[in-house]
C-alpha cells in the first residue's frame, strides 16, 4: 500500500515504549522512515546518513559543521543561533560517530517542530559549503604577513587538537582502533590534526556528493503529531531525488588470531609516575542479535557496573591503579567491544594487572557468579529499560539513537524498542539454572582471540615534539610558496576573516522561520494530580504512564538543621548508600538495592 510516496514494510505495537511504531520505504528515492506514534508532545525528528571515513581527516566531523553553515533555502551563517532567537526547540544539535551521523531536533510546539525540520532538511541535502567554510570548519592556512610564519587554524581542527590532549579521549581512540584495524572503525572520523590539513576541497565535496542522499538516509519521527503528515512532509522533500547505489555499509572486521599488544604514549606534564592506563580489550559478535545485546549489556553491570561489582571490585581493591579504565560494553559499533583496565598504574605493574583481569574471569566462570549479583544487576538493567531515563535528552531521541544500533547495519530497528522478549528469555533461563553470563564471559572474554592489550604511557616530550612537527611541516609549505603566493595566501586569510565577520544580510535573516503569537499553547499542561492523607502526612499522587516502575520522593523538613552543615547533606546521602551499615557491608548493601529498587 503506498502513502503519500512511501510504502509501509512493517507496523507493530510496543508496549515497552508506549509506541506503535512504522517502518517505511520511499518508493522513488529507498530512503526508510521509522514513524514512533504516542502521546508524547516533545515531538522529536532526526535524519542520519551512514558515513564511513575513508581516512582520519576528519570529512564526516568537518561536513556535519559544514552543512549547518547556510544552505540554499536559509543561507544565513549560523541557521542554529538564528533560529533559537524564535524558537522554542527542546533539543537542536548534530552529532558525528564513527559510521554515522546524526541531525536531530525536537520541539513541543507543532508549528515550531516543522520549522525546525524544514531548516534541517534544508541544510542536509542543499547546503552552501563554498570553499570558505571548508576554511572555517575545517582547516585553513592562516597568514597576516609575509614575514610572520604560517598558522593552522579551523574550527574542527582545534577542537580535535583538544581531544587529542586528552588521556581519556587518545585511550578511546586507541582501543578502538586496536580493535577494528581493517574497516572504518580504524581511523578517527572526528579527524586526527596531523591529517586533516591533507583534506582538499574536491573531496570534501564528493563525500557530501555520495553520502548526503535520501538513498542512504534513516529519517525518524517521534511524539504526538499527525502520522500522515510526516509522509506527505518528507515526500516533498524527497520527490526531486531518484534513487541511486551508496556504497556505504560498514564492512565487518575480520577476526584475529590471537591477542595484539600495543604500547602507545599520550602527551603528559612532568610528573609521569604512575599515570600509565593498561585495559584488556575485546572483539564481541555483531550487534544485531537483540537477545544477545541485552544479555552482554546484563553482564557489562555485573563485572563493573557498581563499586561492589566482581571485576571492578578486584581491580580497584588491587591498590595497582587509581580508577577504573576503558570503554566497558560498547554497543554503538556494528561489532560490540567490551574493554576493561586501570589508570593511574606504575608500566611496571603492567603485567599483574593483565593476569588480574584474567584471573577474576576464570574464577568468575569456574565458581560462578553470586546469584544474588546476577538478580541485582538483572533488576537494574530492567529498570533502565522500563524507565528510560534520558535526562535533558528527549526521550523520543533516545529511542532513535538505540534504532540506529541495528537498524544502521541493514538489522531491524524493532529490536531495540521491544525488550520485553529478550529480557524474559533471559529470566528464563537463569530459572532453569543456566550458567548465562558464565557462558558469556567464556565465549566472548576467555575464549575470545580477538583481543588487544593496550599500555598507554605518559610522554612528557610528546606535546613538544608533535608541535615541532607541526611547525616543520608549515615551515616547509611555506618556504615552497613564492612571494605572490605568500600576498595571495595573506589575501584569502583577510577574505575569510572579513567574512565571518560580515553580518547576515537582512534578506538572509528573514528566511529563517520564526513562532508568532498564535503558534503558542494558550494553556498550561496540568500534570495529573491528587492529594491524599495517610497518618497525618500529605501525600501527592500522580496517575502517570510510568512503564511500571513506582516512583516514591519522601521530603523531609532540614530546618533544624545547623546552617554549617548543610553543605554536607550531599555527602551524607551517598555515604548512606556506599558505606554499608551495621548489618552489611557496602558489597550487600549495593546488591540489595540493586535488586529492589
Not at 501527592?540 to 533544624?560: C, E, K, Q, S, W
Amino acid at each position: 500500500m503506498e502513502i503519500y510516496g512511501f510504502e509501509l514494510i512493517k507496523e507493530q505495537e510496543i508496549p515497552e515504549i508506549n509506541s506503535k511504531v512504522k517502518l517505511f520505504r520511499h518508493m522513488k528515492t529507498g530512503a526508510e522512515l521509522l514513524s514512533v506514534e504516542n502521546d508524547d508532545e516533545n515531538k522529536v525528528f532526526g535524519i542520519t546518513l551512514r558515513t564511513p571515513p575513508p581516512d582520519s581527516t576528519g570529512l564526516p566531523h568537518i561536513m556535519e559543521h559544514s552543512v549547518l553553515c547556510g544552505s540554499s533555502k536559509y543561507p544565513v551563517k549560523e541557521p542554529f543561533v538564528e533560529l533559537m532567537k524564535g524558537s522554542q526547540a527542546t533539543f537542536l544539535n548534530a552529532f558525528t560517530y564513527p559510521d554515522k551521523t546524526c541531525y536531530p531536533v525536537a520541539s513541543q510546539n507543532l508549528q515550531d517542530f516543522y520549522n525546525l525540520i524544514d531548516v534541517y532538511v534544508d541544510a542536509v541535502f542543499h547546503p552552501l559549503i563554498p570553499a570558505e567554510t571548508l576554511q572555517q570548519e575545517g582547516w585553513h592556512y592562516e597568514l597576516d604577513d609575509p614575514e610572520q610564519p604560517v598558522a593552522y587554524k579551523g574550527v574542527v581542527f582545534n577542537e580535535m587538537k583538544g581531544a587529542y590532549s586528552s588521556p581519556e579521549s587518545v585511550l578511546y581512540r586507541e582501543i578502538q582502533h586496536s580493535l577494528f584495524p581493517d574497516n572504518a572503525y580504524g581511523v578517527d572520523s572526528g579527524g586526527d590534526p596531523r591529517k586533516i590539513p591533507d583534506l582538499k576541497y574536491e573531496q570534501f565535496k564528493r563525500f557530501h556528493e555520495k553520502y548526503y542522499h535520501p538513498s542512504n538516509a534513516f529519517i525518524y519521527f517521534y511524539g504526538d503529531d499527525d502520522p500522515d503528515r510526516r509522509l506527505e512532509l518528507m515526500d516533498e522533500y524527497l520527490q526531486p531525488y531518484s534513487r541511486i547505489e551508496v556504497e556505504s555499509a560498514i564492512a565487518l572486521q575480520p577476526s584475529f588470531g590471537g591477542p595484539l599488544r600495543l604500547q602507545l604514549p599520550y602527551a603528559a606534564g612532568e610528573d609521569e609516575e604512575k599515570k600509565t592506563y593498561l585495559t584488556v580489550n575485546w572483539m564481541l559478535g555483531e550487534t544485531c542479535d537483540p537477545y544477545e545485546t541485552l544479555a552482554l549489556s546484563i553482564l557489562n553491570h555485573i563485572l563493573i557496573g557498581t563499586p561492589a561489582s566482581p571485576l571492578r571490585k578486584a581491580l580497584i581493591d588491587s591498590g595497582l591503579g587509581e580508577d577504573i579504565a576503558g570503554m566497558g560494553m560498547e554497543l554503538d559499533l556494528r561489532q560490540a567491544v567490551f574493554s576493561t583496565g586501570l589508570k593511574g598504574i606504575a608500566t611496571e605493574d603492567a603485567g599483574k594487572v593483565e593476569d588480574l583481569v584474567r584471573k577474576t574471569l576464570e574464577d568468575l566462570v569456574v565458581n560462578g557468579i553470586d546469584p544474588e549479583m546476577i538478580a541485582a544487576s538483572m533488576n537494574t538493567v530492567e529498570f533502565r529499560l522500563r524507565e528510560r531515563n534520558t535526562g535533558s535528552f528527549p526521550r523520543g531521541l533516545a529511542l532513535m539513537l538505540a534504532s540506529l544500533m541495528t537498524w544502521l547495519h541493514g538489522g531491524d530497528p524493532f529490536t531495540p524498542l521491544a525488550f520485553e522478549g529478550p529480557l524474559q528469555t533471559i529470566k528464563s533461563q537463569l530459572a532453569s539454572g543456566d550458567r548465562v553470563f558464565e557462558g558469556l564471559m567464556d565465549r566472548f572474554l576467555l575464549r575470545n582471540p580477538h583481543q588487544t592489550i593496550l599500555l598507554l604511557e605518559p610522554d612528557p616530550e610528546l606535546e613538544q615534539r608533535m608541535e615541532e612537527e607541526e611547525k616543520q611541516r608549515l615551515q616547509k609549505v611555506q618556504s615552497e610558496l613564492s612571494r605572490e603566493e605568500l600576498l595571495e595566501l595573506v589575501e584569502i586569510t583577510r577574505k575569510l576573516r572579513e567574512r565571518q565577520e560580515r553580518p547576515d544580510s537582512p534578506e538572509a535573516l528573514s528566511t529563517i522561520p520564526s513562532l508568532e503569537l498564535s503558534d503558542l499553547e494558550k494553556e498550561v499542561r496540568k500534570i495529573p494530580l491528587e492529594i491524599l492523607e495517610h497518618g497525618g502526612d500529605k501525600i501527592l499522587y500522580h496517575d502517570l504512564f510510568t512503564n511500571g516502575i513506582v516512583y516514591l520522593d519522601l521530603g523531609f523538613n532540614l530546618r533544624r538543621l545547623p546552617q554549617e552543615m548543610l553543605p554536607y547533606i550531599s555527602l551524607f546521602g551517598r555515604a548512606l548508600l556506599e558505606m554499608g551499615t551495621e548489618t552489611e557491608d557496602f558489597v550487600r548493601l549495593a546488591i540489595r538495592i540493586g535488586q529492589k529498587t
